[in-house]
């Protein structure tokens, strides 16, 4: 038995930006990404390598969360398509109407509510399959048993992967993005700090804290390091804030029990209702595992 938790906001922009037709529906609404994200979650339950029992989709509504408290910078709904940004509502109902769960997450984010699923039924699964390809959500592969799956590119990373790609292990993930920076986020990162050499700074010590001011100490010997020792000694506590924002949340308000997440197939009339009103009939007869 797997879980797969899916990141909602990822599919839904995914959707939103792709180059397949758009959808209005009756009223004129433009939900192109809602009936997109519908198209992409039936491909996933109707994929028999996947083989979905249990299931969870996260959601950010709104792009906002705590972390905007702690750092004005953060990712937020400014810069929002306001067409995309009037379906964060509607693609919930849509997967609801789908039978599958849905995460709405509000102080915290959708990344939050997957680590938090992830962390919280592992080891009562075979697997936890993450889908999404953001790297934040690197973090918290374990082994075998969680793992990233990035379907755009048929590609699946567990620990022995993200390791060899990345020279660290997958808890580092925050310490590296606090060097580095994550455009996505809003997370500055420090300056001089590339993949390459945080990438090497990281692998050698794993921590921030492990790293030494000195760099006549450091193990490693990345391009520019004298110049990045020194970055590193007058920034370090801005390293460690933007270390705590890219650290994903285990605690998130998510389901509490892996029964809630069993998929028992798509509600017939529920379903065929909402096709009917945004105007999506041919998925109407799509779906191939209804409710009993």
């Not at 996933?44 to 969360?65: C, G, K, M, Q």
């Given at each position: 038995m797997r879980l797969h938790l899916v990141d909602g906001t990822y599919e839904l922009y995914r959707a939103h930006f792709s180059p397949r037709p758009g959808h209005a529906s009756p009223t004129g609404q433009d939900l192109k990404a809602t009936v997109g994200v519908v198209a992409s979650l039936l491909s996933?339950?109707?994929?028999?390598?996947?083989?979905?029992?249990?299931?969870?989709?996260?959601?950010?509504?709104?792009?906002?969360?705590f972390r905007n408290d702690l750092f004005p910078p953060y990712k937020s709904d400014e810069g929002v398509p306001?067409?995309?940004?009037?379906?964060?509502?509607?693609?919930?109902?849509?997967?609801?109407?789908?039978?599958?769960?849905?995460?709405?997450m509000r102080e915290h984010e959708a990344d939050d509510g997957l680590a938090t699923g992830a962390f919280r039924f592992r080891d009562q699964v075979?697997?936890?399959?993450?889908?999404?390809?953001?790297?934040?959500?690197?973090?918290?592969?374990?082994g075998t048993r969680v793992v990233q799956v990035d379907r755009r590119q048929q590609k699946v990373t567990d620990e022995a992967?993200?390791?060899?790609?990345?020279?660290?292990?997958?808890?580092?993930?925050?310490?590296?993005?606090?060097?580095?920076?994550?455009?996505?986020?809003?997370?500055?990162?420090?300056?001089?700090?590339?993949?390459?050499?945080?990438?090497?700074?990281?692998?050698?010590?794993?921590?921030?804290?492990?790293?030494?001011?000195?760099?006549?100490?450091?193990?490693?010997?990345?391009?520019?390091?004298a110049q990045l020792a020194a970055t590193l000694a007058a920034g370090r506590a801005e390293a460690l804030l933007y270390r705590h924002l890219a650290t994903l949340v285990e605690t998130a308000d998510v389901s509490t029990s892996l029964d809630?997440?069993?998929?028992?197939?798509?509600?017939?009339?529920r379903f065929e209702d909402w096709c009917r009103t945004v105007g999506a009939t041919t998925l109407?007869?799509?779906?191939?595992?209804w409710q009993a």
């Open positions: 996933l339950l109707h994929d028999p390598a996947e083989d979905v029992t249990h299931l969870a989709i996260a959601f950010d509504n709104p792009i906002r969360s306001p067409e995309l940004r009037v379906q964060f509502d509607t693609v919930e109902d849509a997967v609801r109407a789908l039978g599958v769960t849905v995460w709405s075979e697997q936890v399959r993450i889908m999404t390809p953001d790297k934040d959500l690197g973090q918290c592969i374990v992967a993200f390791r060899a790609r990345r020279g660290f292990p997958p808890r580092s993930m925050p310490d590296y993005l606090a060097l580095t920076g994550d455009t996505a986020d809003g997370i500055p990162g420090l300056r001089g700090f590339g993949e390459k050499g945080a990438g090497m700074l990281i692998g050698a010590y794993e921590r921030l804290e492990a790293i030494p001011d000195d760099v006549s100490e450091w193990r490693v010997s990345p391009r520019g390091a809630e997440l069993r998929f028992q197939g798509v509600p017939r009339a109407a007869t799509t779906p191939r595992r």
